[in-house]
Nanobody, 123 residues
Framework: QVQLVESGGGLVQAGGSLRLSCATS????????MGWICQAPGKEREFVAT????????FYADSVKGRFTISRDNAKNTVYLQMNSLKLEDTAVYYC????????????????WGQGTQVTVSS
């Protein structure tokens, strides 16, 4: 079992920034590929970003490329999502998720999920 706890969500104006954090426990963090997935009201879950076990590789959805940065601190068992230049359409619940395989942009491939943190972007 892997426990994931997100934090850092909130209300921000368009153009602003937020930094999400996800603390993990229950399994060696370095064995886990990590990802961020979001879900807006009335919409399906949508892949945002993923990072490899070492942090050496990342992959982003086209919609966030150049604005969001995923990173991890393996000493702190924590993964981050730096969100810059936020847009109204970024409003969603953001979930941290993990898997034991390689990076994937398919949210169905992630095994363990956090409870989510709300990000609301206002005009």
């Amino acid at each position: 079992q892997v426990q994931l706890v997100e934090s850092g969500g909130g209300l921000v104006q368009a153009g602003g920034s937020l930094r999400l954090s996800c603390a993990t426990s229950g399994r060696a963090f370095t064995t886990l590929t990590m990802g961020w997935i979001c879900q807006a009201p009335g919409k399906e879950r949508e892949f945002v970003a993923t990072i490899s076990r070492t942090g050496g590789s990342t992959f982003y959805a086209d919609s966030v490329k150049g604005r969001f940065t995923i990173s991890r601190d393996n000493a702190k068992n924590t993964v981050y999502l730096q969100m810059n230049s936020l847009k109204l359409e970024d409003t969603a619940v953001y979930y941290c998720a993990s898997r034991e395989g390689g990076m994937s942009n398919d949210d169905r491939m992630y095994t363990y999920w956090g409870q989510g943190t709300q990000v609301t972007v206002s005009s």
